[in-house]
């Protein structure tokens, strides 16, 4: 399967729309880039395997200011460090994020099921894509910092 837009299209609206509803925030999607290499650009991460069609991967790299940003706002209460409570919400709205993508897809006939997110936190972490397709990488920009995108499958 090719990445063409129709079937990226589902992934930046999901994102988009998961993080307006959760976090009342809205992110503006900038020019899509291949990735090159393993290492992640932000402080944490959500990856989450996606089967059926295609196998393949979504995963959402966040700054630490942009999380810290993102999480307060969906827990009502300030966060100050990338804590087990951040990465599990990371998770939550990584899940959030697959579901309504794979929810898209269905609605243009696309059938895919989502794994259980993992979450890895650090600067310079590393994050391992399902398939070795290309890593088609999207990064957004809202007032609270920016986070990536990345989808990939072979």
Known sequence: MNMKAEFINPFLEATIYVLKTMASLEPVAEKPFLKKGASASGDVSGIVGITGEA??????????????????????????????????????????????????????GYTFQGAIPTVVSGRGHEVKHISKGPILSIPFTTKAGSFIVEVCFK
């Open 55 to 108: 196998e393949g991967s979504l995963c959402i790299t966040f700054s630490r200011e942009c999380i810290l940003f993102i999480i307060s706002q969906m827990l009502g209460e300030e966060q100050q460090e990338i804590n087990e409570e951040v990465k599990d919400a990371v998770g939550e709205l990584t899940n959030m994020i697959s579901g309504d993508s794979r929810r898209r897809l269905q609605e243009i």
